[in-house]
């Protein structure tokens, strides 16, 4: 069993900045890929960033390319989502995935275990 919890979420204005993280425990030393989705009131859950096992590959949405970093310390068993030049389009709950493939697929169904969500808001 996999269990994460994240941390770091609140209410930003927009063009402000927010570092989630994701603290990792139970398996850490299986080799999961790390995800970050979120989900809007009445929206699917949509991928935003993800990070192969190995800290070797990043991907990123379109939406959120060169304004989100997703980086991970296998040493602390954190993953980190650094997020710049924030828009009201970016509130939502903020999950963190574990993707025991190790690459970090874009599909929620790919991730084995979830964290319970961190609310972030962008007010205008």
């Known amino acids: 069993q996999v269990r994460l919890v994240e941390s770091g979420g609140g209410l930003v204005q927009a063009g402000g900045s927010l570092r989630l993280s994701c603290a990792v425990s139970g398996r850490t030393n299986s080799r999961y890929a790390m995800g970050w989705f979120r989900q809007a009131p009445g929206q699917v859950r949509e991928f935003v960033a993800s990070i192969s096992w190995n800290e070797g590959s990043t991907d990123y949405a379109e939406s959120v390319e060169g304004r989100f970093t997703i980086s991970r310390d296998n040493a602390k068993n954190t993953v980190y989502l650094q997020m710049s030049s924030l828009k009201p389009d970016d509130t939502a709950v903020y999950y963190c995935?574990?993707?025991?493939?190790?690459?970090?697929?874009?599909?929620?169904?790919?991730?084995?275990?979830w964290g319970q969500g961190t609310q972030v808001t962008v007010s205008s």
């Open positions: 995935g574990a993707d025991p493939s190790g690459i970090g697929f874009r599909s929620p169904a790919q991730y084995d275990y």
